[in-house]
Structures are given as structure tokens and as C-alpha cells.
T-cell receptor
Framework: GQNIDQPTEMTATEGAIVQINCTYQTSGFNGLFWYQQHAGEAPTFLSY????GLEEKGRFSSFLSRSKGYSYLLLKELQMKDSASYLCAVTGFQKLVFGTGTRLLVSP | GAGVSQSPSNKVTEKGKDVELRCDPI?????LYWYRQSLGQGLEFLIY????????KSGLPSDRFSAERTGGSVSTLTIQRTQQEDSAVYLCASSLSSGNNPEQYFGPGTRLTVT
């Protein structure tokens, strides 16, 4: 079976750092995606982790531990425009399974 | 280059009617996916096409839903005898052949409202 868990909602202030966690249990695993989705818009790609460890890309970093079935997305120097839903998705057997997403609210 | 396009952007239909939703993937992308997203919910996988292989239909919620992909490019998702619970945003995505980095590029979606 497939099970992906993320917190439903998080809040943070502008300029802060926030970590969004994702745990998964899937029958097959090739890699883990993070997507950003602003309200009313399609998801856009943020990162893709295949191997364990941290991958940094500007203000965003993504971490993966395959043995623990765990990932996190780290957002630094938060900006108001970072208010969005963040979707964790696992790819296995050529199918992408999404979590329900974490809604991040950034306040001034 | 052009991204994934979908039409129509919005569709309002009466319960019991059939609807067709269209997706034009990025040129050269062999994989095509359909998802459904209800208000405030995550993405629900519906169907996956990869090249000339038989599609993975495991996510289709009922036999009222069907999809085809002609010539390995454009895809049409058909919902017959629509029900109010079919109201959602239907998203299409495409990717290069699923390999080491099967990043999916999403279209803007079709918002379906069944009255």
C-alpha cells in the first residue's frame, strides 16, 4: 500500500526558517519529489531526492532518509510569496503518489 | 517552449451529462498523467500513459471514467454520466520517459463543476 503523511498546516514569519516533514510507506520507491502549489495554480517542481542526504538549491533544501522513510523540505529566509501548499510525492513503479500537502502561511 | 496545455479551463455541466477534458503534453514527453484534486485536498492519481505501453488505469474511480491518448501525444479524459462528486480540478502532467529524474510538468488544470 501507499501512505504519505505531512502536517496539514504550518505558520511562520517572514525571514524565518521552516521545516516541513514528510513520512512515507510505499510498496516501491525510486525517489521523492517536493512540489509547490499556490492557491488556484498547478504544482511546480522544487526538488527530487533519490539518495540519502541533503540537497540545497538556493533558499530551499530537501533531505531524504530512505531507511527511515522520511524527508523534509527546509525553507530559509521566508518571504510572503512562499505562502503556498507544499506537496510531498513518492515515485515508485513509475507512478507518482502525492501526500495531501502542507499549507504554509507566512505572516509579516 | 510551450508547456502542458489543457482545455477547457473551466467546465460547468449538469449531472448526468458526459464531459471530455483535453491535455496537450510537452512535445517529446512520452509519459502523460491525469490527476484529480478536490478542494483543499491532495492530488489523486487517475491514469498514466507511457509511450505505446498499455496505460495504468489503476487510479480511475469508476467505469464512468476513461482516457485515451492518440498518436502518443494528445490525451482526452472522458467522464460519462457525471455526478456531483466528480466536481474537482483535473490536472494533466507530462514527463520525459520515467528514468532517473521523472520530473512531471503540470498543466493549468480544468475546473469541473457538476450541478
Amino acid at each position: 500500500g501507499q501512505n504519505i503523511d505531512q502536517p496539514t498546516e504550518m505558520t511562520a514569519t517572514e525571514g524565518a526558517i521552516v521545516q516541513i516533514n514528510c513520512t512515507y510507506q510505499t510498496s516501491g520507491f525510486n525517489g521523492l519529489f517536493w512540489y509547490q502549489q499556490h492557491a488556484g495554480e498547478a504544482p511546480t517542481f522544487l526538488s527530487y531526492n533519490v539518495l540519502d542526504g541533503l540537497e540545497e538549491k538556493g533558499r530551499f533544501s530537501s533531505f531524504l532518509s530512505r531507511s527511515k522513510g522520511y524527508s523534509y523540505l527546509l525553507l530559509k529566509e521566508l518571504q510572503m510569496k512562499d505562502s503556498a501548499s507544499y506537496l510531498c510525492a513518492v515515485t515508485g513503479f513509475q507512478k507518482l503518489v502525492f501526500g495531501t500537502g502542507t499549507r504554509l502561511l507566512v505572516s509579516p | 517552449g510551450a508547456g502542458v496545455s489543457q482545455s477547457p479551463s473551466n467546465k460547468v455541466t449538469e449531472k448526468g451529462k458526459d464531459v471530455e477534458l483535453r491535455c496537450d503534453p510537452i512535445s517529446g514527453h512520452t509519459a502523460l498523467y491525469w490527476y484529480r484534486q478536490s478542494l483543499g485536498q491532495g492530488l489523486e492519481f487517475l491514469i498514466y500513459f507511457q509511450g505505446n505501453s498499455a496505460p495504468d488505469k489503476s487510479g480511475l474511480p469508476s467505469d464512468r471514467f476513461s482516457a485515451e491518448r492518440t498518436g502518443g501525444s494528445v490525451s482526452t479524459l472522458t467522464i460519462q454520466r457525471t455526478q456531483q462528486e466528480d466536481s474537482a480540478v483535473y490536472l494533466c502532467a507530462s514527463s520525459l520517459s520515467s528514468g532517473n529524474n521523472p520530473e512531471q510538468y503540470f498543466g493549468p488544470g480544468t475546473r469541473l463543476t457538476v450541478t
